[in-house]
């Protein structure tokens, strides 16, 4: 019954089982797994000669009169009567219910009942037709499950499907959890925990049928990650890579300052790795300018010293050209052979770089994702890092199997970010990476003061900058978008931006120390979104005189290369661009960061584009424009003028507004959770992820008999994304 077609459901024909199709439900067992979105309370039905004025009631009667009373305030009226009464019923602005109200109708309404001349009103009460096989008058309390419909399903008409099957399609549900484990984790069975949602006798059973079906997106997450770690260990070699202590001292030779106790802590944890046979696979996650490019660079140096090769993956050319001039001049004078592979190479270039790959004469390979394309053949791959990993995912880890010396073996593989990962989605999109933490700045890094400006206060920003610029100082300044034809893939708006036609909260900033500037008038004017409108108002206007430049992702690599050159030596005072500047641009002279329409952009994004300025002796100034109304925008913008803790910046964001995309999970390719919540299931989250390691000590490849369901649809919920079809 549970694969059979929702068409076999009496009272579905071919328009609704259409219409349940576009909500994804096909078949019976789709329909019983379609989870109401919340619950709302029924209350107790009372005779209406027994309703009290001002309390919460429902009562149910027949309709004996109608009328649409246009006077005053448009509204609709009726008369309810039962055997004890007359109640009268009034919605406003709901003339439209005179089509489906009459009289002669039985109604059931909710709500509070009001003096009304002699007798009693009800304004604008939630209400139900009656058919004539409604149950009768509820004595108790009831909680009615309300379902995500559409215009050609309403929520009722889903519910009153499921009522119709769940007889029959509960007691077929299997449990793929022993009744030990059960016991043990006081969770209901599976086919219970589906009843607790459709059909609940009170609030507690909603919550623990929520808790047992939560837990079980969970646990099977965490099992398949786990599993798919143990078959990579398990299947493939890494070439061990071994670093003693002249190793060791020749490496730090060549960084051109001192590790911080962090870095050294991470580069112990990543030596360990190296020194084992089996793939390492490690994220190092750090703070903006907390040194994980040395620590990146050490790790490849340590494959470089073994006799084999090292690659930097990042995921815009711009930052793959800022790694290579970084690393290059951290070894010029040693004899590591470095190149740069990127979509912009001429094809002379590109066909020399391959073959130097191939025939290991170049010993580190830095750049974009192309880096690792079928075309790309390394003579021996030792390590591999992938640089601001959420802007991958999974796929291109898993990539990197093929390039390794032969069949079987792969690169030991770190991945870096400098977007914060709080701890519950390390553990959920990253659960198949060791994580390490480089969780200190190097010393002198100075706080960036960070302010959020109304757009009104512009000019004033503005007149800031010039100040700053004539004293021998640079600015970057960001726009959401190239131009208004077209949008680069590095300025695209995170899914948490809020923007609104409505204005924005009162002039002046909202961090610390500061102070309001003036009350705004009613209107703004609109902001310049793009980088070719805000050049042209900066030079003709509050920057004029000043020597500007555009740079984004579409610019020819050379014009790049040249662009930053000057800024860096001081021949551009400031840089109009879009996030292509986001990570890895390092200029210790640039001491402003002003980013305009600043509540179209994620925290991460607005966190790391702060972390590009105040690298050299003097401290930085972060100022964010915005002309939004809206509350959660202002209060997104107000943690980052509170707070230069990007760990803490990325787990309010994800309070207020959600996962969502906020670093990067729509890229991993690991499906939506349907009913956990990785912002409140924390716990559930570490007892999954704790019975998963046991369940897979017991059983390392779920292949005991008893394993069989759970395997069965771990595997379907998960063995796509995770190239599990080959387990067992």
């Avoid at 929520?210 to 965490?222: C, H, K, N, S, T």
């Avoid at 291109?396 to 010396?405: F, H, N, P, S």
């Avoid at 805000?534 to 555009?550: I, N, Q, R, S």
């Avoid at 390392?700 to 369901?709: E, F, G, H, V």
Wanted: a positive charge.
């Amino acid at each position: 019954m549970l694969t059979s077609p929702v068409s076999a459901v009496r009272g579905v024909g071919a328009r609704r089982a259409e219409a349940l199709a576009e909500l994804g439900v096909r078949a019976v067992g789709q329909l019983i797994a379609y989870l109401p979105t919340r619950h709302e309370k029924l209350e107790a039905e009372t005779p209406i000669g027994d309703l009290a004025v001002g309390v919460n009631a429902a009562t149910r009667g027949e309709v004996t009169a109608t009328r649409v009373a246009r006077r005053g305030k448009a509204r609709f009226e009726a008369v309810l009567i039962d055997e004890t009464g007359r109640l009268d019923l009034c919605w406003f602005n709901a003339t439209y219910l005179h089509g489906s109200i009459v009289p002669g109708i039985r109604l059931r309404v909710q709500g509070k009942a009001q003096k009304f001349g002699p007798g009693l009103q009800m304004a604008n009460p939630k209400h139900d037709i009656l058919r004539e096989d409604a149950e009768p008058p509820m004595r108790e309390e009831k909680l009615r499950p309300v379902y995500a419909a559409s215009s050609a399903i309403s929520s009722r008409q889903i519910g009153q499907l499921i009522e119709s099957v769940l007889p029959a399609a509960l007691p077929l549900i299997a449990d793929h959890l022993s009744d030990d484990f059960r016991a043990q984790h006081s969770l209901p069975t599976l086919a219970q925990a589906y009843r607790m949602m459709h059909q609940p006798a009170h609030d507690d059973e909603v919550k623990a049928g929520r808790r047992r079906l939560a837990f079980d997106e969970l646990l099977m997450l965490q099992l398949a990650l786990a599993l798919k770690r143990s078959m990579v260990r398990q299947s493939t070699r890494a070439p061990a890579l071994p670093v003693g202590p002249q190793i060791d001292k020749h490496i730090r030779a060549r960084l051109p300052f001192k590790l911080t106790a962090a870095q050294d802590r991470v580069v112990k944890e990543i030596t360990a790795d190296l020194a084992r046979p089996e793939p390492a696979s490690r994220l190092i996650q750090g703070d903006v300018g907390s040194g994980k490019t040395a620590v990146a660079l050490y790790a490849m140096l340590a494959a470089v010293a073994n006799r084999h090769q090292g690659a930097l993956m990042a995921p815009t050319e711009i930052l793959a050209e800022q790694h290579a001039a970084t690393i290059r001049g951290m070894l010029e004078g040693s004899g590591v052979r470095v190149a740069l592979l990127t979509g912009s190479l001429s094809a002379g270039e590109r066909s020399a770089t391959l073959a130097g790959l191939r025939d290991g004469t170049i010993d580190i390979a830095i750049g974009t994702h192309a880096l690792f394309s079928r075309a790309v053949d390394f003579k021996s791959l030792g390590v591999a890092v992938i640089d601001e990993q959420h802007r991958f995912g999974v796929h291109q880890r898993l990539a990197l199997r093929g390039k390794g010396e032969g069949v079987g073996t792969m690169p030991h593989v770190l991945v870096m970010t400098a977007t914060p990962i709080p701890r519950t989605l390390a553990m959920t999109v990253l659960g198949d990476l060791d994580v390490s933490l480089i969780d200190a700045l190097p010393p002198g890094r100075k706080k960036i003061v960070t302010r959020v400006v109304d757009s009104m206060a512009r000019q004033e920003v503005y007149a800031f900058v010039r100040t700053r610029l004539d004293a021998g100082e640079r600015a970057f300044i960001v726009a959401p978008a190239i131009d208004r034809e077209t949008m680069e893939e590095d300025s695209i708006f995170e899914a948490g931006g809020e923007k609104s036609a409505q204005g924005g909260p009162d002039r002046g900033a909202v961090g610390e120390g500061s102070a309001p500037l003036s009350a705004p008038p009613p209107t703004r004017p609109a902001l310049p979104t793009t980088v070719a409108d805000l050049l042209a108002e900066l030079t003709a206007g509050p920057l004029k005189g000043k020597k500007l430049a555009a740079l984004h992702g579409r610019l020819p690599q050379p014009e790049r290369d040249a662009i930053m050159a000057l800024f860096r030596a001081g021949a551009i005072d400031a840089l109009v661009a879009t996030t292509v500047i986001e990570v890895g641009v390092d200029v210790p002279e640039a001491t402003m960061m002003i980013v305009e329409d600043a509540d179209r952009f994620g925290l991460a994004t607005l966190h790391q584009l702060r972390g590009r300025v105040g690298r050299g002796g003097k401290a930085g100034a972060c100022v964010l424009i915005t002309s939004t109304a809206s509350p959660v925008a202002a209060e997104r913008l107000g943690i980052m003028a509170k707070s230069n803790d990007g760990f803490k910046i990325a787990q309010k964001d994800i309070e207020i507004r959600g996962f969502g995309d906020v670093i990067g999970v729509r890229q991993s390719g690991m499906p939506p959770f349907v009913v956990a919540d990785l912002a409140r299931d924390l716990d559930l989250l570490t007892l999954a992820r704790r019975d998963a390691a046991a369940w897979l000590e017991r059983s390392p490849r779920l292949d005991t008999p008893a394993d069989k369901l759970a395997r069965a649809r771990l595997l379907k919920a998960h063995g796509k994304w995770l190239g599990l079809a080959d387990v067992g």
